[in-house]
C-alpha cells in the first residue's frame, strides 16, 4: 500500500482535525485489520483496515491507533510490532517502535504486546469511547474487557467511559470529502484500471476463456503497481455478464458474443471501479449495439447529472429516466412512464443503483442520506463516485425479444468532483462504438 512514487498523506493534519472533532474526555480506539487464515500455513494477502490506514498510513498488521485529546503523554498513541530479527527473516521487515513512531509521526509509540496492560489505563477519566463496532466480534470483547478493567476502579473514583460511540461515524464523514492527495491517488487508481481495460479490449479475441483475459488485465494492473485488486474481477462472456457479481470467470468467449468486464485496481490504497463491454469479435452486431446506444445514452445523462449542489439521487433517476424511454421505444416495456416509474417495472433489466461513493474501498463510506428526513444529501466537491447504469437480458426473460436475449451491458466510470465540475477520472479507457471497434482493430 506504500508505494515511494506515490504523494504521501499528511496523516497528521487528518488525526489533529479527528482529535478537535473527538474533544476533550473522548478517545479513540481504532486497530488495523486483523490477518485471516486461508487455510492451514496460508494467510489471505494482508490489508489494513481502511480506517485505520486513512489515519496513519501504516500498512502492517497487528497495529492499533489511540487518540486521546489532552492526554499528558502524547494525544496520538500507536501500537505496533517491535523488532524481531528472527520473526523478520521469516515475514519480512517491521518498522518497529521507533521506526514507525517517525514514519507515522505520532507522539507515543509502544509494543502491541502492551496494549492489554496500558489501554485500561488510557480508558480511565474518559467519558466517550470511540472504536469500530461490530467489525470485528473479537475486538469487540476485547474493547468491553478493557471498558471493565477500567470501571473496576471506579470506587476510587476513575472515570471509565459510559458512552460508546462508533469511530465509523466520524470517519466516514472525513472519508467522504477527499483531499488533494487523494484526488492525485484516485487519478492514478482509475488510471491504471483504465489501461488494463484498454489492453483487455485489444488482447480479446473469439476462443479466449474469461479467465484469459482476466489475465491480460490483471497483468497490466500489476504491472503497474497495483498491490491488489479493488475487488474480484468481473470477466462475463455472453449471458454471464447478466450475472451481476460473476466471478467464476471460466467460461469460453464466443465470436459474436459480448464481454462485460467489471475490474479495478488499488493504488496507495484507492480503488478504481470500471467497467466497459465489448465484443469478441471486436464488432458490435445490430441488436447489441441498440442495447449499448441505450445504456451509454443513460450514462451521459446520468453524468450531466453529476453536479456540486444536486441531491446524489439524481444522476439515478437520470439514468433511469433514460433507460425506461428506451425500453419503451424497443417495445420490452409498453406501460406508460409513471407508471414504469413509479412501479419500477423496469427492474427486471435494471436492477442495481446507477453508483456508490468511491474512495479506499469501492464501495465506499459516506452517508448517502441525511437530516432528520433522511433526504438525498447533495453533492459536493471532493466526492467522488462511479456512474455505472446496465441493462441485462438474462436468457429466458418475458418480454424481451430474442434478438436481445443473452446482452448484459454496463456502462461504469469514476467521478471527481471539484468546483470546476466534475472529473471523469477513468476516461481513459474508450466507451463509444466507434472507439471501441477501433481500438480492437488495432488502432487508437
Ligand atoms: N465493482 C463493483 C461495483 O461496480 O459496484
Ligand atoms: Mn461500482
Ligand atoms: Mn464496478
Redesign the pocket.
Known amino acids: 500500500m506504500s508505494d515511494l512514487s506515490l504523494p504521501r498523506p499528511d496523516t497528521l493534519a487528518r488525526r489533529r482535525r479527528l482529535l478537535a472533532q473527538i474533544g476533550q474526555g473522548g478517545i479513540l480506539v481504532l486497530p488495523t485489520a486483523r490477518e485471516q487464515i486461508r487455510n492451514r500455513d496460508v494467510a489471505y494477502p494482508f490489508r489494513p483496515d481502511s480506517d485505520f490506514f486513512y489515519l496513519t498510513a501504516f500498512a502492517e498488521p497487528e497495529a492499533l491507533l489511540v487518540l486521546a485529546p489532552g492526554h499528558g503523554e502524547g494525544e496520538q498513541i500507536l501500537f505496533c510490532r517491535p523488532r524481531d530479527p528472527e520473526r523478520e527473516t521469516w515475514d519480512g521487515r517491521r518498522a518497529g517502535i521507533e521506526g514507525a513512531r517517525e514514519l507515522c509521526q505520532v507522539d507515543q509509540c509502544y509494543s502491541i504486546d502492551k496494549v492489554d496492560e496500558l489501554l485500561p489505563k488510557l480508558l480511565e477519566n474518559r467519558s466517550v469511547l470511540l472504536y469500530p463496532m461490530g467489525v470485528d466480534a473479537s475486538f469487540d470483547a476485547r474493547v468491553q474487557t478493557w471498558r471493565n478493567q477500567a470501571r473496576s476502579r471506579s470506587r476510587q473514583g476513575i472515570g471509565y467511559p459510559m458512552e460508546l460511540v462508533d469511530s465509523g461515524h466520524f470517519l466516514q464523514e472525513m472519508r467522504l470529502h477527499k483531499d488533494a492527495v487523494e484526488a492525485d491517488l484516485m487519478r492514478a487508481a482509475a488510471g491504471v484500471s483504465a489501461a488494463g481495460h484498454r489492453h483487455g479490449m485489444r488482447q480479446t479475441r473469439p476462443g479466449m476463456w474469461e479467465y484469459q483475459l482476466q489475465a491480460e488485465i490483471e497483468y497490466v494492473f500489476q504491472r503497474q503497481g497495483a498491490a491488489r485488486l ?2 474480484s474481477s ?1 470477466v462475463g462472456g455472453g449471458a454471464n455478464g447478466c450475472i451481476l ?1 460473476y466471478v467464476e470467470n471460466r467460461d469460453e468467449l464466443r465470436d459474436g458474443d459480448l464481454v462485460l468486464v ?1 475490474a ?1 485496481a488499488e493504488i496507495g490504497g484507492y480503488a478504481g ?1 470500471i ?1 466497459r463491454t465489448w465484443p469478441v469479435n471486436g464488432r458490435f452486431s445490430g441488436p447489441q449495439r441498440d442495447i449499448y446506444a441505450l445504456v451509454l445514452a443513460s450514462q451521459k445523462a446520468a453524468i450531466a447529472a453529476v453536479q456540486v449542489g444536486r441531491p446524489v439521487s439524481d444522476y439515478h433517476d437520470a439514468a433511469v429516466a433514460v433507460l425506461v424511454d428506451g425500453l419503451r421505444d424497443l417495445g420490452i416495456l409498453r406501460q406508460g412512464r409513471e407508471e414504469i416509474l413509479e412501479k419500477q417495472l423496469y427492474r427486471p433489466f435494471y436492477m442495481h443503483r446507477t453508483g ?1 461513493w468511491l474512495g479506499m474501498d ?2 465506499d463510506v459516506g452517508a448517502y442520506r441525511q437530516g432528520s428526513e433522511q433526504s438525498w444529501r447533495p453533492l459536493a466537491a471532493g466526492m467522488a463516485l ?1 456512474v ?1 447504469p446496465g441493462l441485462y437480458f438474462a436468457p429466458g426473460l418475458e418480454g424481451v425479444p430474442a434478438a436481445y436475449q443473452g446482452i448484459g451491458i454496463r456502462i ?1 466510470d469514476d467521478l471527481l468532483l471539484s468546483e470546476q465540475g466534475a472529473e471523469i477520472l477513468s476516461a481513459g479507457v474508450p466507451k463509444e462504438i466507434e472507439e471501441i471497434e477501433d481500438l480492437m482493430a488495432g488502432g487508437l
Do not use: F, K, L, S
Open positions: 479493488a475487488y468481473i457479481h467489471d479495478g471501479d467497467t456508490h469501492v464501495h462511479t455505472e461504469e
